[in-house]
Each structure stands twice: as structure tokens, then as C-alpha cells.
């Protein structure tokens, strides 16, 4: 450890047998004042501090101004953050080992020693998003699902192979192992962590960064956790601090235990709804209070999956007793558990009852009070009671249903028994065969009802009781609706041997809820096609139909393009829409069907209750953890097959559609960019509100007439081997060509057409934003973006700002940005500038036919949160002022924008 420890905080901590080194806050106190009444999250971030003293990145200035946080709660102070680790998942990964290949490449022609390019912090990949429910619904479903996989990704799972043997501290989980976040959740986090080091052992808490957004989820195990881009984390692993500014803290208090029914994911829909309306971008979230005894690991854990969700840097837990039982569930070591606690108590990281840390706002919840609930239609922070999600879907599509008298538009469904009731005059209905049966498909049909994602597969309750729920739905002898897609996808193996253990699994299966693989499918848009005849009488009526998943992410043309509305919802409830098979049914009051017999079933008739969901929980035992994680890191036998080239550096494959090398670092031998005024630069597009990562960054599938699918046709690619743009993420020509290509994308140049088109300016041509900008950058002209509030709200995603840049795209002028995007786009050498004293584009009458300036740029004068002009000339005479806020936060952003990105920082440091 680097530490000056100037405030002499080095102790000894005895465990067992072994003694441990630590950087003691309790000694800190004893000159920077007391720190009880402390944050836990921000007293581990003190901590960092102290561990990492160097006088130059970290001084007794920031230390004072951590301790003096209790002031005024707040602080305006810069500080540098060295998380342990780091974690990524492929779709991220890919592309970072993609940059660290082409820093390799750029160090060796620059005469260096490219071996000098290596993880300095501890990274762990897990292959889990690559898998798509290509198949579902039968026994071989799983073992298709992975096939199919390593036919696609061989190129990216070869490169990730040799990344894995060609880099020091980097290890890969093979794919069909889980979910990263459960992973980490399960196996990879300490909680405390240890390092050796000139003799010595330190210990100090356990936290990193991930290239996920979802990497809070950790934080329910008391690690303190937050997603940035795969830009920022190459930084990290590379040896760069995380530059940020000590955060505020918003409290919430936890009361009471949850009612009879009620399950986990009620309650974080609920606190996600609560906290986005508090407003908590970029803050962190601390959770607290006696309720927290009620609350077991695994739904604390949900809780903190949704930071993201609800807006929050993290939503962090203290570590007590049920971190101690979770860890030793879960198979973690004897010796890391007394240490947990030994230091945890030492440090004052420890909740006790009663326990009230001073925080920036409070607010608090009796957890009681919650009820059943889903979110949607299309997001995750619009929770709907789930007695009016049939009210509220009406109202999305502006239906206006009349009740319908007894007799008229019963439709009697082929799958199963029960009846959709609707009117009989109602529009939007079109038929179809599944080759036994001819079947009506309406508006607010589920088409896929999918148990995804690391919010809820990690946690057994709810996971459990969707189980049970499907043995009592079979004992009535109900089954699903048969134009519903239906699949399973838990986060790790080890939720398929307690399933069995418990005997539920048959249950699933009976109701189509076959095992399709073990990653993120459903949540991030890998559901896969829909039956051929349903996605034809969509199409056909244009109906508006739903998916119900028990994911975190709802948004517009996320989980499939046909599908436009989305619902988020705990386990057991996707298996019982799966039964009613339309969210227009109002399954809290109505029958999901009938018996063999004709008597109605309800939903509290199949219902599990609490005993019945913890006997099946207590199933779960430490012997599924210690077999399913004993190799985690050695695959199966088609992983083992992948040949692997031995080399330093990566031998680029001119013909690959996969991994190209990236242009990025082209020329970075040479001097510094000059910063200077944007002269003359034309808008690519003029966007609305909360333009999400999703919308920016190329995600699902490509199309075959966009710029993209021509691309690859070019390559001799054939659109049914296209794959996803995830799975491209190491290619930039593709990923360039996807940007700004979401198919529910609207840019107001187009009047709000939606698609990923913009007008070409000086021609008035209406194209392709990819064509548009490619035209731009031969005429020479810069571009830029104009947006509303909350840019690039979402995933943490590297392209969303890669290709911003390469796109010749200059600045984003906005009204508000989403904290990783923001950070992401100073990353890549963009600059993000927001709209001061109220203007917004509209206010201003922009209509992106203007031409643009940006005034006040140099080298020398480029400060934090310093003023800018932005010039706007409309019919090339009149001109207009309005001034902007420059949005790089910090001075270490000023540094990484002057050389062009963050990781062309680092890399010219190398070189030099």
C-alpha cells in the first residue's frame, strides 16, 4: 500500500491464527473528529482514502473534508477512489479487451513493451449476455439455447480466451455458468478483502466497479459497488483513480416486515418509485433502520440491483448478522466470515439496533404498507397496484372499453380453459395457427412472460414461490396460454438444484417454463423471435401486445421490437400471466382460468404462503453453492475446445465481423488535440426526454436494409447469422453504424418520426444517421446532439458514447445528463454541455436547422463546470447567444478530455 499515513491509523487486527494489517477509522477519529454519525458508504470511502495516502492523488485535505462531510452534508470536494476490483459481463468486456489489445498494439509501434498493458486491479468477466431464447418451452431447450451460442460467438469467445491466458489479473467465467451479478453476488464478493504486500496481509472492505449498471446489487452484501462505463472501468483496472465528488447521502429508513403475499420485488418497485421521485442522481442511497433485521440477504440484494432504476449512484446496506449467514450459506470460507466481522466491528462498520447515521434527506418506509404491484408499461419506475395494471394498459393505448354484457366477446382460449372477456366491436384482433389450433390474439396479449434477470433469480423467496405457484396452477389443471413464449433463465446453477431439491421444477416445465439458460436473456433484449404466426398477426392488426418479466429494464423496444408494452413483476406473477395469458385481465380479481371441471380459478387460490415459501427456501443449502462453484472458471467441454493463440498481442483478423481493431488510438504518438471553439456545426439530431443509453448505443437485433445489416450483407454475412449488436461490440464498423439506430428513437428533425433517421442539412435528403454523418464528415463539418432532460439514462453503455465520437459527433447540449453517460461521453472526447436559466432546445425555438458554435474552448482556459457560449445562427444571418454549463465535473476530466479520452490519458502516460 502506498500510504503516507500521516494520521498514523495503521493497526493490527488478530483472526484465528493470522494477524492482518488495516487503516483504522477509529484511529482517524482521533484527529479528524468523530465519525460515528458517518455514512456507512462514505466511511468506506475514508477509508479508501487513508489505505491510499499519497500526497499527491489523495491528501489530508480530502480526508478533512470526508470527515467534514457531517457539516453540512454535502461537499463540493474532489476526491480519488481506488475500488479492488472490477467486474465486467461480455457485452461490456468484449469491447474493453477489444481497447486493451489496440493499447497493446499502439504501445508496441510506438516502440514499447506492449506486456506493459495489464489489469493492475483484479478483473472478473462472466459470459452472460450472449445467450437469446432461441428456444423454449421443452427439455432440450437449454442445451439448443448453448449450442446455438458458441456457433455465434466463437470469434468473440476465442478473443476472450486469448485475453484471459494474454493478460495478467483477469479471469473469465465461460458462459452458462450465471448471471455476473449473481455470480459476484454468490461467489465472487468477500466483503472484506485482502491483499498481500511487502509481508504483510491488509485488510480493508470489499469494493469495485462494474461495466454493468447493475453491480449495486452487490451492495446488499454490504460492498460497495456502482456501475461506470467499460471506459471509465479500463481506467480503473489500469491503475487510473475513479475521479469523483464526495456524494450525497440520502437515508431511507426500513420499518416493519412484509405483509402475507406481499414479495421483494413489491417492495423494491415500491422503493424505486418513492426514490425517483425524491430525486437521487448521483447520490448515494444508504439503507437503514431496525426493518433491516426483517429483510434477509437476498432481498436486500434486490433492493440494491435497481440503484440504477431508481437513480442512484448505489443503494448500500451496513453488514450485520444476515451478511454473516448469507456468506456462510452461500459457502464462503469460515476464516473470511470472522473476519468480516472482526473488522467490520473494529472499524464502526457494523450495524447495531437503533442505529440513525446523519444523512443528506431522509425518508423511510413501513414495509407493511406495501402491496402487490408490477411497473410498466415502459418504466421501471412507474409501478402500477396490481389491480389496475388492466386500467392502466387500457390507458397507454387509448382504449376506451365499454363493459361488456355477459354473452358478448367471450373468447373461449385453446390453452387450457378460462376466457378472455373484452367487446365484442373492439378493433385490434387477428387470428393464427400454431398447427392444432386456431387462436384469437388481442390487444394486451402476453406474448412472452419470461423469469430473467439477476433482480429476482437470485433470491430464492420469490423464486420459490413462483415454483410453488406453478405446482398448484398444475394441480388445478391450468396451463398457459399457447401464444405466450415462456422461459426460465435463472443467475446462476445453483437455483436449478434447490428447484429440484424443493420438487418444482416439473412444475415449470409443465407450464413451458423449461430451463432456456443461465445469463441474461429476456431483461436485455435476448428473448429471441417470437412463433413466426405471432409475430405475423401483430403485425397484421398492429396490435398492441405485452411482455411480463421479472427483470429491472421495461424500456420502449427493449425486450422485442414487436412488443410495446412491458411489465415488470415478481417470479410468481409472471407465471400467472402466463396463465391469463392478457394483461387486460385483471388477474386480482378475475379467474387466470378454469378447472377440467369448469370452476373458476383465482390467483389467491394458487397463491403460496409464507410458510409454505420458506419451507421450500429452506431447501437451499451450502453444499449446491460449494458444487456449482468448485470450477467456475474452468467451462464446459466446447469452451476447453476454443483454440487459444499464444501471444502478447492480438493478431487481427481482417475478415472478422466480430473484433476489428479500433480506430481510437490511431496517431497517439504524436501531440497532444488542441482544444478549441466548434465552429459551424450542424445538428444530427434533436431529442426528447429521457433518451436512454438503449436509444444511443446499438442494442438488440440489426435490421437488413439498416446501415449496419448492409455492412455486413457487404461481408457476406447472411441476415439470419447477423446476431445481436451486443454480440458485435467488438467490431466498430458495425457498432458506429448502429448508433442512434433504435427503432423507437425519435428525432424531433423529423418531426418525431421514430427510427434512426435524421435530414442531411444542406441537401435536405432525409437518411440514415449513420449515412447522414459520414456525409457531414467528409464535407468537414462538425456535429453535435441536442437533447432534453435525463441523456442517457440506463445501461452502462461504452458505445453510447464510442459511437457518439466517431459518428464526428463534438458536444451534446442538454438539460440534464444521467451520471455514467455523462462521464462516458468526457470519456471518449465529447463534450456534454447543459442548457442554464431555464432555456431548453424548445424554449429556445431549435429546430436542428440551425448552425452551432461553441465559444470559450481552449487548453489553457478549460475548467471544471466553467461557462460556455453556444451560438445558434438561424438562415445563415441571424445569431443568438445563450450561455451553456460546460459538464466536465472535475479536474482530472479536464486532463482525460485535453488528450483526447481517459484511456488515451493513460496510454500517452505509458508511452511517454
Known amino acids: 500500500m502506498p500510504s503516507l499515513d500521516s494520521l498514523n491509523t495503521l493497526h493490527t487486527l488478530k483472526v484465528g491464527d493470522r494477524e492482518y494489517h488495516y487503516f483504522s477509522l477509529p484511529a482517524a477519529a482521533k484527529q479528524l473528529?468523530?465519525?460515528?454519525?458517518?455514512?456507512?458508504?462514505?466511511?468506506v470511502l475514508l477509508e479508501n482514502l487513508l489505505r491510499w495516502e499519497d500526497g499527491t492523488t489523495v491528501g489530508v485535505p480530502d480526508l478533512q473534508a470526508l470527515a467534514g462531510w457531517l457539516k453540512d452534508r454535502r461537499s463540493d470536494r474532489e476526491i480519488q477512489y481506488r475500488p479492488a476490483r472490477v467486474l465486467m459481463q461480455d457485452f461490456t468486456g468484449v469491447p474493453?479487451?477489444?481497447?486493451?489489445?489496440?493499447?497493446?498494439?499502439?504501445?508496441?509501434?510506438?516502440?514499447?513493451?506492449?506486456?506493459?498493458?495489464?489489469?493492475?486491479?483484479?478483473?472478473?468477466?462472466?459470459?452472460?449476455?450472449?445467450?437469446?431464447?432461441?428456444?423454449?418451452?421443452?427439455?432440450?431447450?437449454?442445451?439448443?439455447?448453448?449450442?446455438?451460442?458458441?456457433?455465434?460467438?466463437?470469434?468473440?469467445?476465442?478473443?476472450l480466451r486469448w485475453g484471459q491466458s494474454a493478460f495478467d489479473n483477469f479471469s473469465v467465467v465461460p458462459p452458462g455458468t450465471g448471471i455476473c451479478h449473481q455470480v459476484n453476488l454468490e461467489y465472487l464478493g468477500r466483503t472484506v478483502w485482502t491483499r498481500e504486500e511487502d509481508g504483510r496481509t491488509y485488510a480493508f472492505p470489499d469494493t469495485l466497479v462494474g461495466t454493468d449498471s447493475h453491480t449495486t446489487m452487490i451492495n446488499g452484501l454490504g460492498v460497495l459497488g456502482w456501475g461506470v462505463g467499460g471506459i471509465e472501468a479500463e481506467a480503473a483496472m489500469l491503475?487510473?483513480?475513479?475521479?469523483?465528488?464526495?456524494?450525497?447521502?440520502?437515508?431511507?429508513?426500513?420499518?416493519?416486515?412484509?405483509?402475507?403475499?406481499?414479495t421483494a420485488t413489491d417492495l423494491v418497485l415500491t422503493v424505486t418509485q418513492m426514490l425517483r421521485k425524491q430525486g437521487v442522481v448521483g447520490k448515494f442511497v444508504e439503507f437503514y433502520g431496525d426493518g433491516l433485521a426483517e429483510l434477509p440477504l437476498a432481498d436486500r440484494a434486490t433492493l440494491a440491483n435497481m440503484a440504477p432504476e431508481y437513480g442512484a449512484t448505489c443503494g448500500f446496506f451496513p453488514v450485520d448478522d444476515i451478511t454473516l449467514g448469507y456468506l456462510r450459506l452461500s459457502g464462503r470460507p469460515e476464516e473470511t466470515v470472522q473476519l468480516v466481522e472482526a473488522y467490520c466491528k473494529a472499524q464502526g462498520l457494523w450495524r447495531e439496533p437503533g442505529q440513525e447515521p446523519v444523512f443528506s434527506a431522509q425518508l423511510g418506509l413501513d414495509m407493511g404498507e406495501v402491496e402487490a404491484s408490477l411497473a410498466g408499461p415502459k418504466r421501471p419506475q412507474d409501478r402500477v397496484p396490481l389491480g389496475q395494471v388492466s386500467q392502466a394498459f387500457n390507458d397507454f393505448i387509448g382504449l376506451q372499453l365499454k363493459p361488456a354484457k355477459k354473452e358478448e366477446g367471450r373468447l373461449e382460449n385453446e390453452g387450457g380453459g378460462g376466457v378472455a372477456v373484452g367487446n365484442a366491436d373492439q378493433t385490434g384482433e387477428a387470428t393464427y395457427s400454431d398447427g392444432t389450433a386456431t387462436h384469437a390474439l388481442k390487444h394486451g396479449a402476453v406474448v412472452i412472460a419470461a423469469i430473467t434477470s439477476c433482480t429476482n433469480t437470485s433470491n430464492p423467496s420469490v423464486m420459490m414461490a413462483a415454483g410453488l405457484l406453478a405446482k398448484k396452477a398444475v394441480e388445478k389443471g391450468l396451463n398457459r396460454k399457447p401464444w405466450v413464449k415462456t422461459s426460465l433463465a435463472p443467475g446462476s446453477k445453483v437455483v436449478t438444484d434447490y428447484y429440484k431439491a424443493a420438487g418444482?421444477?416439473?412444475?415449470?416445465?409443465?407450464?413451458?417454463?423449461?430451463?432456456?439458460g443461465y445469463g441474461c436473456t429476456t431483461c436485455i433484449g435476448n428473448s429471441g423471435p417470437l412463433d413466426a404466426p405471432i409475430e405475423a398477426a401483430i403485425q397484421q392488426a398492429d396490435l398492441t401486445v405485452a411482455s411480463v418479466l421479472s427483470g429491472n429494464r421495461n424500456f420502449e423496444g427493449r425486450v422485442h421490437p414487436l412488443v410495446k408494452t412491458n411489465w415488470l413483476a415478481s417470479p410468481p406473477l409472471v407465471?400467472?400471466?402466463?396463465?391469463?395469458?392478457?394483461?387486460?385481465?385483471?388477474?386480482?380479481?378475475?379467474?387466470?382460468?378454469?378447472?377440467?371441471?369448469?370452476?373458476?380459478v383465482f390467483l389467491k387460490d394458487i397463491w403460496p404462503s409464507q410458510r409454505e415459501i420458506a419451507e421450500a427456501v429452506a431447501k437451499v443449502d451450502t453444499a449446491m453453492f460449494h458444487k456449482e462453484y468448485a470450477e467456475v472458471f474452468t467451462g464446459d467441454a466446447q469452451w476447453q475446445a476454443i483454440e487459444v493463440p499464444q501471444a502478447a498481442t492480438y493478431v487481427w483478423q481482417n475478415d472478422s465481423t466480430y473484433i476489428q481493431h479500433p480506430p481510437?488510438?490511431?496517431?497517439?504518438?504524436?501531440?497532444?488535440?488542441?482544444?478549441?471553439?466548434?465552429?459551424?456545426?450542424?445538428?444530427?439530431?434533436v431529442l426528447g426526454?429521457?433518451?436512454?443509453?438503449?436509444?444511443?448505443?446499438?442494442?438488440?437485433?440489426?435490421?437488413?436494409d439498416s446501415p449496419a445489416g448492409r455492412y455486413l450483407r457487404e461481408k457476406g454475412v447472411a441476415p439470419q447469422d447477423f446476431n445481436s449488436y451486443g454480440s458485435r461490440r467488438g467490431n466498430h464498423e458495425v457498432m458506429m453504424r448502429g448508433t442512434f439506430a433504435n427503432i423507437r428513437i425519435r428525432n424531433e428533425m423529423l418531426g418525431g418520426e421514430e427510427g434512426g433517421n435524421t435530414v442531411h442539412i444542406p441537401s435536405g435528403e432525409k437518411l440514415a444517421i449513420y449515412d447522414a454523418a459520414m456525409r457531414y464528415q467528409a464535407e468537414g463539418s462538425p456535429l453535435v446532439i441536442l437533447a432534453g432532460q435525463e441523456y442517457g439514462t440506463g445501461s452502462s453503455r461504452d458505445w453510447a458514447a464510442k459511437g457518439t465520437n466517431l459518428l464526428g459527433v463534438k458536444a451534446v447540449v442538454a438539460e440534464s445528463f444521467e451520471r455514467i453517460h455523462r462521464s462516458n461521453l468526457v470519456g471518449m472526447g465529447v463534450l456534454p454541455l447543459q442548457f442554464t436559466a431555464g432555456d431548453t432546445w424548445k424554449s429556445l425555438g431549435l429546430t436542428g436547422r440551425e448552425r452551432f458554435d461553441i465559444l470559450g474552448l481552449t487548453n489553457a482556459t478549460l475548467t471544471p463546470h466553467m461557462p460556455l457560449t453556444l451560438r445558434i445562427t438561424r438562415d445563415g444571418s441571424e445569431t443568438q447567444d445563450v450561455r451553456v454549463l460546460c459538464r466536465i465535473d472535475t479536474v482530472n476530466e479536464v486532463e482525460y478530455f485535453k488528450a483526447g479520452g481517459i484511456l488515451h490519458y493513460v496510454l500517452r502516460q505509458l508511452i511517454a
Open 689 to 704: 426526454d429521457s433518451v436512454t443509453t438503449d436509444h444511443i448505443s446499438p442494442a438488440g437485433n440489426i435490421k437488413a
Open 575 to 600: 407465471v400467472a400471466y402466463a396463465l391469463a395469458g392478457n394483461v387486460r385481465i385483471d388477474i386480482a380479481s378475475e379467474p387466470l382460468g378454469t378447472t377440467p371441471d369448469g370452476k373458476p
Open 239 to 262: 491503475g487510473q483513480p475513479v475521479s469523483m465528488l464526495i456524494p450525497e447521502v440520502v437515508g431511507f429508513k426500513l420499518t416493519g416486515k412484509l405483509r402475507e403475499g406481499i
Open 96 to 159: 474493453a479487451v477489444v481497447d486493451l489489445a489496440a493499447m497493446r498494439a499502439a504501445v508496441a509501434k510506438a516502440g514499447g513493451d506492449p506486456q506493459r498493458i495489464n489489469p493492475l486491479s483484479p478483473v472478473d468477466l462472466v459470459i452472460d449476455h450472449s445467450v437469446m431464447v432461441d428456444r423454449y418451452g421443452n427439455a432440450q431447450a437449454f442445451e439448443e439455447n448453448v449450442d446455438i451460442e458458441m456457433e455465434r460467438n466463437g470469434e468473440r469467445y476465442a478473443f
Open 33 to 43: 473528529g468523530d465519525l460515528q454519525s458517518l455514512p456507512m458508504s462514505l466511511k
Open 664 to 685: 481510437f488510438f490511431d496517431g497517439i504518438a504524436g501531440p497532444l488535440p488542441v482544444v478549441e471553439d466548434v465552429k459551424g456545426a450542424y445538428a444530427l439530431a
Open 504 to 516: 418444482l421444477l416439473s412444475y415449470l416445465e409443465q407450464l413451458g417454463f423449461d430451463l432456456v
